[in-house]
């Protein structure tokens, strides 16, 4: 998710924090253990705040996180030198292309699920009212349309008018139903996400599957600040930005609904939230989500944050840093849930944080467990 780059940006620039590379507790200044972590940009400011926290609990312990990418930051925990010992991955590592080239690297790694991430469907529209319209709603089976294939959509399409409340129906106006995509290709997560959860839900559209998640006829984006500069330029446009950056941007995000069921007087519609995301994941984990049940309030265009690191090291120095980084991954994840709101992320529900805690419960240094204390039953 490159888009994030710029929220770490403004982020670093705060903190006086050189870009590159990000020494999350530099502050602390106290000799001990580096642990050093490389990957997708979209959790880079959460080590930040969370391994800034942990200094005052852990001063001897630095926390270093790298932005760069997915697979890149996965490569390189297999480097003859590795010159880092985690990786943050935006997809289940067995959907990344450098482990399904060698899927026996997946039996040596754990994998930790570390937050919530989703795709919010950003728009700007104004009404016939010439006003812009708010809490606006669209069908999956017209987003999936509108993406995924080249038919023209108007915002007055008598299935979007059918989905949107009275307030916002009696003013959708005769205007085209525009979209732009993110780039495909290595740690493009939100495009991966998107693409997921569009091929993933049941619909009944009747149009050819062009291209899924994205023509190649749509406009592609590099990053969450151009999605919204597209976006606000013109009515009528939605662009898929992380739901992160939709919240801190203050961006108005689509809901989406199913459509009528048996039984049903309207339509059923969700908006992203943590109460709606959470529901989506507390199952077994799994990413992104599957299934859209119709009998529950669940946000489907939802998926998991991952931090990955490898469990056959040997030299003693990686066993320090192994053994502090689960330490510290432990402490994150079983107490910072508030910091984790703080800055706009989603904390995992409490079932993904159960399986969180237990994985690193399995964690053994020379045969002896790092976590002995507070792990789940």
Same mark, same amino acid.
């Given at each position: ?9 403004? *982020? ?56 760069? &990418? ?28 450098? *482990? ?40 999956? &089976?017209?987003?999936?349309?509108? *993406? ?122 969700? /908006? ?9 994941? &507390? ?46 991954? *432990? ?6 849930? /508030? ?39």
């Amino acid at each position: 998710m490159r888009g994030v780059l710029v929220i770490l940006i403004l *982020f670093c620039l705060q903190l006086a924090i050189p870009i590159g590379s990000i020494v999350a507790n530099a502050p602390c200044g106290m000799p001990g253990t580096m642990v050093s972590g490389k990957g997708s940009a979209y959790p880079t400011a959460l080590f930040v705040t969370w391994s800034r926290d942990y200094c005052a609990t852990t001063p001897t312990t630095k926390i270093e996180y790298e932005s760069y &990418n997915s697979n890149g930051g996965a490569r390189g925990l297999f480097n003859t030198t590795p010159t880092h010992i985690f990786a943050g991955v935006g997809e289940p590592a067995d959907d990344i292309s450098f *482990f399904t080239a060698d899927p026996g690297k997946l039996a040596r790694i754990y994998q930790i699920p570390t937050s919530l991430t989703a795709v919010a469907y950003v728009y700007n529209l104004t009404g016939t009212n010439q006003q812009r319209l708010s809490g606006v709603r669209i069908g999956i &089976n017209e987003l999936r349309r509108a *993406f995924g294939t080249n038919t023209t959509i108007d915002w007055n399409n008598p299935l979007i008018v059918a989905s949107n409340l009275e307030s916002v129906r009696r003013f959708l106006p005769a205007v085209p139903l525009e979209v732009a995509c993110r780039p495909d290709g290595e740690d493009i997560d939100i495009q991966a996400l998107h693409n997921a959860f569009i091929l993933a839900t049941n619909t009944t559209i009747s149009s050819p599957q062009l291209g899924a998640g994205c023509t190649n006829s749509k406009e592609r984006l590099e990053t969450d600040d151009s999605v919204r500069r597209w976006v606000n330029e013109k009515s009528g446009r939605i662009g898929i930005v992380d739901y992160r950056y939709a919240l801190q941007q203050q961006l108005p995000m689509l809901a989406i609904c199913r459509g009528k069921t048996r039984g049903d007087t309207s339509d059923k519609c969700v /908006s992203p939230s943590e109460e709606t995301m959470q529901l989506a994941t &507390n199952t077994p984990v799994f990413n992104p989500l599957p299934v859209w049940p119709t009998n529950q309030n669940w946000y489907p265009a939802v998926g998991y944050s991952w931090t990955i690191f490898r469990n056959d090291l040997t030299a003693p120095a990686d066993k320090v840093r192994i053994t502090e980084l689960t330490r510290f991954l *432990f402490w994150a994840l079983s107490t910072q849930d /508030s910091t984790t709101r703080q800055q706009n992320y989603v904390p995992l529900p409490a079932n993904a944080k159960a399986y969180a805690l237990g994985q690193l419960c399995r964690v053994h240094i020379d045969g002896n467990r790092v976590i002995t204390q507070g792990c789940p039953n």
